[in-house]
C-alpha cells in the first residue's frame, strides 16, 4: 500500500469530520448573519439546507 492511499474506514471518518465542520461553519453564518441582518441578502438560502449526502456515505460503508 502506498503512503498516500487510504482505506474506506479512514474515507468515512474524513467524510463524518468534514460533514461536521460544514455544520459548524453554517452555525457561524447564522450567528454572523443575525449580529449583520443586512448581510443576509447577499447569502443563498440553500446555504442552510443541509442534509448528509447519504448515498455517500452508503457507498464508503
Not at 474524513?14 to 441582518?37: F, I
Request: aromatic fraction near 6%; hydrophobic fraction near 50%; include cysteine.
Amino acid at each position: 500500500m502506498k503512503r498516500n492511499d487510504i482505506n474506506a474506514e479512514q474515507l468515512v471518518r474524513l467524510v463524518s469530520k468534514l460533514d461536521r465542520l460544514t455544520l459548524v461553519l453554517k452555525d457561524l453564518v447564522r450567528e454572523l448573519l443575525a449580529a449583520e441582518p443586512e448581510l443576509l441578502a447577499r447569502f443563498d438560502a440553500r446555504l442552510f439546507d443541509h442534509k448528509p449526502d447519504d448515498d455517500l456515505m452508503l457507498y464508503f460503508c
